[in-house]
């Protein structure tokens, strides 16, 4: 969204705000769901998974972007530090008509760029300095536009809720059966065995739901990207061109340095997999390169038309 409260110049996309409500229903019903079960199950300790559920959803959702950037290892920078980055940014901004949000930088060789935040006054779009040092200037801007894009459109913030729910069912998992609430006193021993039994599975079951519908969003959410970055730009050339030497470059990064970085795919430009791992990735946080690069060879068709 623009300052004033319009619609950014980023090509809007029915389809995935569609796949957004849509999966924020139905990961809604499966937070309430999951709550009300643990609440009947260890009834003695509902106002502590009241204060936790609440207060993890409150935290995960409010510092995404501070909780993101720490993980990542990336750190705001002034235009004075990076004004090529900074010019870019402002360039694009300007095109879309949107608030320029903060930039960063991640002291980190992988070629990747993120966007975080829980809305566009709030949002932070970084990049790594070895995507700074690989990729020419149109290439650089066909990356923020895609990033600025997450940020225009909110999927960003839609990927943070959907997240979290997976960490709240493990979180909520080791707390009670470590923390001793699975049994309670007026409970015999066979109760709190049930209990101790029923709540792992329920929770691995609330994981595996939430894990399909992000990834399903997740996937087309790129491409949502990758069309409204080209069409904003005009340059759909320049993003093929830069997805494919990023792809490339990440596959002969060794694996053990990708491993680190694979729990924030969701929020990369591309996925931090070996060549290997890309090929049989069947729940991969992105579509494949062959794909996104089709599509851009459509959008660049229709644009010399």
């Known amino acids: 969204m623009s300052t004033s409260g319009q619609p950014t110049r980023f090509a809007p996309d029915r389809g995935l705000t569609g796949r957004m409500v849509a999966t924020m229903f139905f990961i809604g019903l499966l937070y309430v769901g999951f709550t009300g079960l643990l609440i009947a199950l260890l009834r003695g300790a509902w106002p502590l998974i009241v204060l936790i559920s609440g207060g993890l959803f409150v935290a995960q959702f409010w510092f995404s972007d501070k909780i993101t950037e720490r993980a990542m290892g990336a750190h705001r920078v ?25 930039v960063a930088v991640a002291d980190n060789d992988m070629p990747n ?31 923020l536009a895609h990033e600025l894009s997450h940020v225009a459109h909110r999927d960003v913030a839609v990927m943070t809720v959907a997240g979290f729910l ?27 065995a049930i209990v101790a039994l ?36 005009g340059r759909p050339s320049a993003l093929a061109s830069a997805l494919t030497k990023v792809t490339g470059q990440i596959a002969a990064i060794p694996t053990k340095d990708l491993r680190q970085a694979q729990p924030y795919n969701a929020f990369y430009f591309a996925p931090a997999l070996s060549a290997r791992e890309t090929a049989t990735q069947l729940f991969s946080t992105h579509p494949s390169l062959e794909r996104r690069l089709e599509q851009l060879a459509r959008i660049s068709a229709q644009l010399g038309r």
Not at 129 to 139: A, D, V
Not at 203 to 231: G, H, K, P, W
Request: aromatic share 6%; with cysteine.
């Open 78 to 102: 002034t235009p004075e530090q990076y004004p090529q980055l900074h010019g870019a940014v402002d360039r694009l901004c300007a095109l879309a008509d949107m608030p320029k949000p903060r």
């Open 198 to 233: 029923i709540i792992p599975l329920v929770s691995v079951v609330v994981y595996a739901i939430s894990f399909l519908l992000t990834r399903l969003l997740s996937r087309y959410r790129e491409l949502a990207a990758d069309r409204a970055a080209a069409q904003l730009t």
């Open 166 to 192: 997976g960490v709240l069912a493990g979180a909520m998992t080791r707390i009670a059966v470590y923390g001793g609430f699975a049994g309670g006193r007026s409970n015999n021993d066979s109760n709190a």
């Open 113 to 143: 760029a993120f966007a975080t935040g829980r809305n566009p006054q709030n949002a932070v779009v970084c990049v790594t300095t070895g995507l700074l040092r690989r990729l020419e200037p149109e290439e650089l801007e066909g990356v």
